[in-house]
């Protein structure tokens, strides 16, 4: 390690000399004054913190570009007179000095609620990302999400086998949510329904889709009969596969001819200006009040 080097990484960030000096560098601590702060930019924002790993990486400046711009906007207004990019950047001088915004009378600006100015005009206000493919959503993101909830978290899909598979700790984390008070759904196919084997063969998976999804209750299998959480499964034709986290969501599109994995994700948050997130929602609960069944009656059927 170079001498530049180890200077460096002995320099904290502004980020975290600013929060030290408000006394908001706990974790709990930092996550009520985030909700305070959300309450006044946008309501839906609120519950929507860091996970405790994220945040850690936040501070430590272990990431890659900026947090997504809804946290931006919090942290902004958290910490008025600094921009996002100049929290994230290192501090110049100790720990114990606590430096003042780099222009303390700044013009004025666009509000922090604004769309960010490169921003489509016509993209939904409850759009926080789109991925091409399944594939190239970060692996983390997954995590952060399913870590983060603190009320609901709703699995819609066919296998979801993808999510205990690259994340074998998932189980046990489904689980330890519930027994925290979240309130947990879980929506599979049935293996057994006519819609499975059909839709085994538009991916071009044929009997492999099927495969997949009793391989994936076999994962899910000890989350049957945990209270506060309620496994359903379904014979439908699944148009996306909705996985929902408190007030974001991520949905991946199915397309005719093509994997899971392949097909785009778009990342949501719940939005007073947007109705996307609701439109999906209202397909999940559709489907979970009219079509879905108890996991344990699915052999009557």
């Given at each position: ?98 430096p003042e915004p780099p ?87 049935d293996p057994e329904q006519?819609a499975m084997e059909l ?103």
């Amino acid at each position: 390690m170079t001498a530049d080097t180890a200077t460096q990484e002995a320099r904290p960030l502004v980020l975290k000399v600013l929060l030290r000096g408000r006394h908001l560098q706990s974790y709990r601590a930092f996550c009520r004054e985030y909700d305070k702060v959300a309450e006044k930019v946008d309501k839906t924002l609120r519950g929507g913190y860091p996970s405790k790993a994220q945040f850690y990486r936040w501070l430590s400046g272990d990431i890659v570009g900026l947090p997504y711009a809804d946290h931006c906007r919090v942290l902004e207004a958290m910490l008025p007179g600094w921009q996002a990019e100049q929290l994230f950047e290192l501090h110049e001088g100790g720990i114990e000095f606590v430096p003042e915004p780099p222009n303390t009378n700044p013009e004025p600006s666009t509000p922090a609620v604004s769309e960010p100015v490169d921003a489509p005009a016509n993209q939904p206000a409850d759009m926080v990302a789109l991925y091409a493919h399944r594939a190239n959503v970060p692996k983390q993101l997954w995590m952060d999400l399913l870590t983060g909830a603190q009320e609901r978290i709703d699995l819609f899909a066919n296998a979801s086998l993808f999510l205990p598979e690259d994340n074998p700790e998932a189980i046990q984390i489904i689980k330890n949510k519930a027994k925290s008070g979240v309130k947990i759904r879980i929506l599979l196919g049935d293996p057994e329904q006519p819609a499975m084997e059909l839709r085994g063969k538009e991916e071009r998976l044929f009997e492999g889709l099927v495969g997949r999804i009793r391989m994936a209750l076999a994962y899910y299998r000890p989350l049957v009969g945990i209270d506060g959480i309620d496994f359903r499964l379904h014979g439908t034709s699944l148009y996306n596969s909705i996985f929902r986290y408190d007030n974001q969501m991520l949905v991946n599109q199915h397309i005719y001819g093509t994997y899971g994995y392949i097909a785009p994700i778009l990342h949501l948050r719940k939005s007073s200006a947007g109705d996307l997130f609701d439109t999906y929602m209202r397909s999940l609960n559709l489907v979970w009040d009219e079509e879905a069944y108890d996991i344990q009656d699915a052999k009557s059927r």
